[in-house]
């Protein structure tokens, strides 16, 4: 069954330190992979994606995220973390085996939290 | 260009009562899709709607839920006799249906739901 897992519920990292947010998924085949962050009391915005090509994908307000299809994973990155990027991330994948439903499948979601 | 809006931003409502909660997708968006999500937890994917489709009703929660889509722009999202565990945020997104299957979704700010 396609599943997505972000198994850290909550990182903390301190300001000017790179983050990490971890997710791995279970897809067959080579997966559409997304991040989308929510900002407090603001709606969930999209990040980045990937499709296919660069494994290495670079998306909004400085963050990254790497496939490693190897590791069946897409985490999270950013060199230098800001207070203001504290929210919740998600990670969402579809199966491109899908036909045309374009339903993702979401993580849990993990709370960054970025210290001063 | 407007983004998705849903209506109303907050609804309060007594335990039994029936609720609308509407959504206006981006123009032009061919599906159209409603989550929920309860405090400080991860998107519940709820329905999906593509073009003139049927729509992947999986993610109702029971027959309380029902969703529609008319002329292929706004949805409204019914709940029959609410109970409390219905409230929560319910977000509605859009993506476009330019031929690709991966477009990101758009969100909507999210209707606040309170069942007393």
């Known amino acids: 069954a396609q599943s997505v897992a972000q198994p850290e519920d909550q990182v903390n990292v301190a300001e000017g330190n790179p983050l990490t947010v971890k997710c791995t998924y279970s897809?067959?085949?080579?997966?559409?992979l997304f991040w989308y962050v929510q900002y407090p009391n603001r709606g969930l915005q999209f990040l980045l994606k990937y499709i296919t090509g660069d494994n290495l994908v670079k998306g909004s307000y400085g963050f990254e995220a790497e496939f490693n299809k190897s590791q069946t994973s897409f985490h999270l990155k950013k060199p230098s973390a800001l207070v203001s990027d504290s929210a919740l991330y998600f990670c969402a994948v579809r199966d491109p085996h899908a036909g045309n439903n374009r339903k993702l499948i979401w993580g849990l979601g993990t709370s960054l939290a970025v210290n001063p | 260009g407007a983004g998705v809006s849903q209506s109303p931003s907050n609804k309060v409502t007594e335990k039994g009562k029936d609720v609308e909660l509407r959504c206006d997708p981006i123009s032009g968006h061919t599906a159209l899709y409603w989550y929920r999500q309860s405090l400080g937890q991860g998107l519940e994917f709820l329905i999906y709607f593509q073009g003139n489709s049927a729509p992947d009703k999986s993610g109702l929660p029971s027959d309380r839920f029902s969703a529609e889509r008319t002329g292929g722009s706004v949805s409204t999202l019914t709940i029959q006799r609410t109970q409390q565990e219905d409230s929560a945020v319910y977000l509605c997104?859009?993506?476009?249906?330019?031929?690709?299957?991966?477009?990101?979704?758009?969100f909507g700010p999210g209707t606040r739901l309170t069942v007393l």
């Open positions: 897809v067959s085949g080579n997966p559409y």
């Open positions: 997104a859009s993506s476009s249906g330019s031929g690709t299957q991966y477009n990101e979704q758009f």
